[in-house]
């Protein structure tokens, strides 16, 4: 069985700081990984994902994850965060292979953005 | 674009009647699924399909039915609805891998 955790419930920063929301996962076999968003009273969109290749993704707005096998972890990373930033994110895995795309989420880490 | 719809997003319904949440998913995708969103708890599964008429349970099926009679429409079903059922209700569908979610439906169980 899978699993995954985000180390941080909450995490508040101020505008144009940089930002990292930590995720671990556990399986036994080959993983996809997935970073989702979800702004205030909509559904989850994807951030980005990694299935294989080359182990830095990166989104169209400036957020980025790196997959490190070693140490089962998928961070998300921004350089520098505006006020539209600001909603719960939720990482996510899915075993490789034929799942029937089956994801199990972490808790979701909630980034506020100060101006 | 993927578009997912579900039928309502906001309900209000009273403790023992049978509710009905539909989904629907414009993009032929194969997998459909249900989870329910707590604060602190992430995204819970609910249920799943992997083909009209096949479903799986996933973690916490206790209290909930699902349907799925053509490809595109996945309902859940709350039997008798129950307070600890207050929840946000997510669909989404899938090829595989990534999944399309619809907008959720907040429903309230009084």
């Known amino acids: 069985a899978q699993s995954v955790t985000q180390l941080d419930s909450q995490v508040p920063v101020f505008e144009e700081a940089p930002v990292e929301l930590r995720c671990n996962y556990s399986?036994?076999?080959?993983?996809?990984l997935f970073w989702y968003v979800q702004y205030p009273n909509q559904g989850l969109q994807l951030l980005l994902k990694y299935l294989s290749g080359s182990t830095l993704v990166e989104s169209i707005n400036g957020f980025e994850a790196e997959f490190n096998k070693s140490q089962t972890s998928f961070h998300l990373r921004k350089p520098s965060v505006h006020i539209s930033d600001t909603a719960e994110y939720f990482c996510?895995?899915?075993?490789?292979?034929?799942?029937?795309?089956?994801?199990?989420f972490g808790q979701g880490t909630i980034l506020t953005v100060h101006p | 674009d993927v578009k997912v719809t579900q039928s309502s997003r906001y309900l209000v319904k009273r403790t023992g009647e049978k509710v009905f949440l539909e989904c629907v998913q414009d993009?032929?995708?194969?997998?459909m699924f249900w989870y329910r969103q707590d604060p602190g708890l992430g995204l819970r599964l609910i249920y799943f399909?992997?083909?009209?008429?096949?479903?799986e349970k996933g973690d916490i099926p206790e209290g909930y039915s699902v349907s799925r009679e053509k490809k595109e429409r996945f309902s859940l079903i709350l039997e008798s609805a129950s307070t600890n059922q207050t929840s946000m209700y997510l669909c989404?569908?899938?090829?595989?891998?990534?999944?399309?979610f619809g907008p959720g439906t907040r429903l309230t169980v009084l």
């Open positions: 989404a569908s899938s090829p595989v891998g990534e999944q399309f």
């Open positions: 399909s992997y083909d009209v008429k096949m479903k």
């Open positions: 399986s036994s076999v080959s993983v996809y």
């Open positions: 996510a895995v899915s075993r490789g292979g034929t799942s029937y795309g089956k994801l199990t």
């Open positions: 993009m032929d995708h194969e997998n």
